[in-house]
T-cell receptor, first 114, second 116 residues
Framework: EAQVTQNPRYLITVTGKKLTVTCSQN?????MSWYRQDPGLGLRQIYY???????DKGDVPEGYKVSRKEKRNFPLILESPSPNQTSLYFC?????????????FGEGSWLTVV | AQTVTQSQPEMSVQEAETVTLSCTYD???????LFWYKQPPSRQMILVIR??????QNATENRFSVNFQKAAKSFSLKISDSQLGDAAMYFC?????????????FGEGTQLTVNP
């Protein structure tokens, strides 16, 4: 089954404690990205990757890091989380070009920073 | 930069009635795609309908249809014969057609309530 898997799904953490949200896809997609969803703001892109070792900033990259060492994985790293990073996070993947109109989303990760 | 605006934070409709959700966007591109996504309380992102800008014909998917006005940069979603299961947050999204990626730009969302 084609899927994007995120972990953890729910996390409460404290300010400053490094955490990683993992994302894995089984469709051999080149393109992967992270979004955060906040009330009244919709989903905003944090970082994206067009292939292994190729990453770039989205609209709201501050406070986040990513890496793409393998094609299937695209972890989101919060080196020193702060309360304003409390949000719902989505990982997404797709092919590139016109074939990329079928975008697969993970189920979301609820992150609370206290 | 592309922007997507949904001016209706909340909408409500009676079961079996028709409702239209509004979306406008701004872009200088001529080749792009527009989407409506549904997000139920589970927070899953579900694709409702997709429109290719180079196609003049409005997309339809069962009870869901769009009114795509390219010159006006408007992309509204019509839900006919509304059902209780249609209650959700709806997001309009834009994607520029390019070879390098599949970035989506989302609107703020419209929370739809369906009244029995």
């Amino acid at each position: 089954e084609a899927q994007v898997t995120q972990n953890p799904r729910y996390l409460i953490t404290v300010t400053g404690k490094k955490l990683t949200v993992t994302c894995s896809q089984n469709m051999n997609h080149e393109y992967m990205s992270w979004y955060r969803q906040d009330p009244g703001l919709g989903l905003r892109q944090i970082y994206y990757s067009m292939n292994v070792e190729v990453t770039d900033k989205g609209d709201v990259p501050e406070g986040y890091k990513v890496s793409r060492k393998e094609k299937r994985n695209f972890p989101l790293i919060l080196e020193s989380p702060s309360p304003n990073q409390t949000s719902l996070y989505f990982c997404a993947s797709s092919l590139r070009g016109r074939a990329g109109n079928t975008i697969y989303f993970g189920e979301g990760s609820w992150l609370t920073v206290v | 930069a592309q922007t997507v605006t949904q001016s209706q934070p909340e909408m409500s409709v009676q079961e079996a009635e028709t409702v239209t959700l509004s979306c406008t966007y701004d872009t200088s591109e001529s080749d792009y795609y527009l989407f409506w996504y549904k997000q139920p309380p589970s927070r899953q992102m579900i694709l409702v309908i997709r429109q290719e800008a180079y196609k003049q014909q409005n997309a339809t998917e069962n009870r869901f249809s769009v009114n795509f006005q390219k010159a006006a940069k408007s992309f509204s979603l019509k839900i006919s014969d509304s059902q209780l299961g249609d209650a959700a947050m709806y997001f309009c999204a834009y994607r520029r057609t390019e070879t390098s990626g599949s970035r989506l730009t989302f609107g703020e969302g419209t929370q739809l309530t369906v009244n029995p």
